[in-house]
C-alpha cells in the first residue's frame, strides 16, 4: 500500500475547557476520495483547522506523506500542497475574482510587479474549467454566494493541490455545477490527489466517496469503505504515450498540470481492498447521532386554512422579481423551489420589506398592505430566515439570549426595560426546543458551532410567533439529528396556524415538507405543483421544460 | 465575572498606581489638590461616558471639545445675561444635544463617515466660536461658582454628578432596550436592521445624547471659575477616547462596559500629579498617557491572539 498523504494519529485539541478534539485518528491516501461525517460540534471542523495548519493540535501526530511535521502554519500547508475550501468562504470583497485567485496563488516579493493581465488570464482559464460563468474582472463583493465558492474552488485547484478538503462545496450549488464538481473531483482523485470531503448530503457521499468516517463528540467513531481501493497498476512507457492529438485533454486532467503528470492516462488499478458490505444511510446516520433517526418527513396535521398572505402580480425591479401571483394559507408549507439564481431569495426579501414591492397588491389577513422595512413587516407578523445567518442572521458579539428575543423587543419588554430574568427564561425553552449547544444563554453567539448559530437564529424568529414564516435554507449547514428537529418543528408551526414559505436548494427537503411547491424561475412563479411531486418534474419546470404550469 | 475582565484588570492597575504612589509619593494624597483633581475631571467622565456609546456603536466623534467649549460660552453668557441658573443649564445641554444633532443628521441620515463628519464640525465649531468671541474671555456673575455654595460642596456636587451620570448610563446601556440597539447596530448593523432594529435612528440618537452630555459638562465646567475660557475643551476628545479605549471599549464597535471607562479616565488623570510628587520632569505626563494607552490595548490583542491559537 502506497504511502498515505496525510496521517493524524492521536490528535486532540481543546479550547479552553471545550476539548473539540479527542485524539482522532484518521488517514488519507493518493487517489481517494474521503468523506469526512459527523454532527455539527462533532469536529470536522477543527479537524479541518488542525491539518490546514490554522490551529495547532496539544497532541498527536501530523505526517504529511510519511514525514511528520510539526508547528504547520496555514502558508506552510500551502506549501506542502494542501489546500481548502471553507464553509465560511474567505474571499476579499472588494478586490476583483482574479485579484482573489493571484493572492491565493501567488507569494511574490514584495517589489514585484503585479502582473494583471496574466492573472486575469489564469483566472479566466480556471473558472472556464469549472464551467463558472463568473467573469475575472467581477468585485467579489457582488457576486452571489454560489459564484464566491466557485472562485474559491477555482484558487484552491488552481494551487495543484495535492490534499484537497472541501467543506460542503455544494450546499448553494445547483445540480449542473455539482456534476461538474464531481467530474473535476473525479478527474482529481484519478491524477492521485487527496480530497477530504465534507459534507451532510448522504446521497453525495455515496456518489462520490471512497471512504467514510464518521465523527462523533470529537472522535473518530468508525471508517467505512464504501469503494474497492485501487493500487495503480506500474506504468510502463507505452501507457505514457500522449493524449492522440486532435482530443482535447479532460479539463481536471490539465488542472494539475503543476504536478508534472501531464496528461498522461494511467492504466486501470488493481483492486485491494474491497468495500465494506451493507454500509447504509442509516448505519451511517446512526454512527454520526448514536442513535436511530428516521429519514421521513413529518406530515401535514390538516388541511390548509384560510389565506394569510395573498400576492397579486408582485414585482420589485430592483430585486428581478415581476408579477409574482402567489397564496399562503394557515397551516399550509409552500416549497419554494427552484435554481440558484431564479428569484427565491430575492422574493423572501421583498415580502421582508428588504426590497420592497414596487407593483402588484399584497393582502395580509384581509387587509391590503405595502411592505416598506424589516421592522414593519415583523409588526405585521412576518418572519424571515435570511440564507447567510453568520454575515445577518445573528449578531455575533451578544449571547444567545439577546439574539433570540432581538425580534420581539416590543412585546417582551415594554416600556424600554429589559427584564433579564424573562429573557433568559425564553433563552432556556428554546434551547431546550431546539437543542442548542452549548445550553447556556450567556455564550456569544459567536463562540457556537455553524449549525447551533442557525438554529438560535430560527430561535429568534419562533418567538416572535409570526402569522408567516419565511425560511431561507433553514437547514443548510445543520447535521442530520438537528435537521430532523428542525423538520418536525417547521411542521409543528404550520399546525398551529402559521403560513411558512421554505425555500431550499435540498431537493428531497423540498418535496417532503412542501404541501404545494412553487418553482420559480426567471424571477416569477413558473409553476406550481402539489407537494411530494416527482424531483424530475420540479427540475423539469425549474429549467422552463415543463409541463404541467398550474397558476 | 469573565465578562468583567477587562474592566478588573483596569481597576488592578488603577489600584497598583494608587498603592505604589502612597509608598514612594506620599505627598500625593492630599484632600484639597486630589479634590481639586477629581473635580476637575468631572466633565471629562461625563463625555467620556458618551463617547464610550459612540465607540460602541462603531462610530467616533472627534468633535466633542468643541461642543464642549461651544456650549460653556454659551451658558457663561447666558448667565451673564442674568438667565437663572435653572434655565441655563438645560439650555446648555441642549444646545450640545442640537449640535449633536446636527452630527447625527450627517452620520445616520446621509451615512457619510462618522470621522469625516466630526472632523468637520469639530473645526467649523472651534473657528467659528473664535470668531464670536475674538477670543475673549465670559465674565461670570458672582453667584454662579459652585452654584452658590461652598466651594468643597460645590466640587463633591459636581463628582456626584459625574458619578450619577456614569451610574445611570452603565445600567441603562445594560437595562434598558436602547442600550441593547447600541451594542447590536456597533456589532453588525444589517443584522440588527433585519430583526427590526432600526440603525439610523440608534445612530443618531447615539450622536444626539453625545452632543448632550457635551453639553452637560460644559456647564459643569462654567461652574468652576468666574470666567469662561473660549480655548476650553481642546484636546478633550482624545482624552476621552483614551479613557474608553483603555477602558476596555473596543473601538470596532459592539463591545467594552462604561464601568471600564471611569477606571481608564482616572489611571490617566492621575498621571500628571504623580508625576509632580515624584519629582519627574512633567513633560512626560503624555508620554506615560500613551504607553498606558498602548499597554492596555496590546494586551487586549495579545489576550485575543492567544485565545485564538
Redesign the interface.
Known sequence: MSVPLLQLTRVAKS??AVRALKGVSFDLRPGEVHALLGENGAGKTTLMKVITGA??PDEGVLEIAGRRVRHLSPAGARRLGIACIYQQLALFPDLTVAENIALRLDTPHALERVRRQAQRERARQLLQRLGAAVSPDAEVRGLSLPAQQLVEIASALGAGARIIIMDEPTASLTRREVELLFNLVRGLRADGAGIIYISHRLEEIFQLADRVTVLRDGESVGTRVLRAEKQPRPCDEADRAAPAPGSAPTPAATLVEKDGAGGARRPPPIAVQSADANVTAGELIRLMVGREVSQIYPPAAGPAGGSVLCLKDVGCAAAGVHQVTLELRAGEIIGLAGLVGAGRTELARVL?G?TPADSGEMVLAGQPVAIGS??QA??LGIA?L?EDRR????????PVA?NIT??I?RRL?PG???R?GAERSLALEMIRALAITPPTPETPARSLSGGNQQKTALA?WLAAKPKVLLLDEPTQGVDVGAKSEIHKLIRGLAAEGLAVLLISSDLPEVLGMSDRIAVMRGGTVAAMLPGHSEAHVVMAAALGQGEGSVA | MRRYSRELSVAGALLAALLALAAFAPGFYQAQPLLSLLTREAPALVVACGMALVLISRQIDISVGSQFAVCSVCAGLLAAAQWPLALVAPAAVLLGAALGAFNGALVAGLGLPSIVVTLATMVAWREGLRWLRQGLWVDLPDGLQWFGLRQSAGQWTLIGLALVVLAALALGS???????FV??V???A?????????PRLTTFGVFVFMGALAGLAGMMNVVQSPQVDPNSGTGLELKTIAAAVVGGIAVSG??GNLWGVLGGLLLLACVSPALTHLHVEPHWEKAIQGGIILGAVAAEGLHRRK?N?
Request: hydrophobic share 45%; proline share 4%; charged share 20%.
Open positions: 479550547f479552553g490551529h495547532s421582508f428588504i424589516p421592522r415583523i409588526a424571515y435570511p454575515r445577518h442572521g445573528l449578531v455575533l458579539d451578544l439577546a432581538m425580534a423587543h419588554f424600554g426595560w429589559l433579564l429568534r | 445594560r437595562h434598558l432596550a436602547a442600550g441593547r451594542y447590536a456597533g456589532s453588525d444589517e443584522a440588527a436592521r433585519l430583526a427590526g432594529i432600526r459592539g463591545r485565545g491559537r
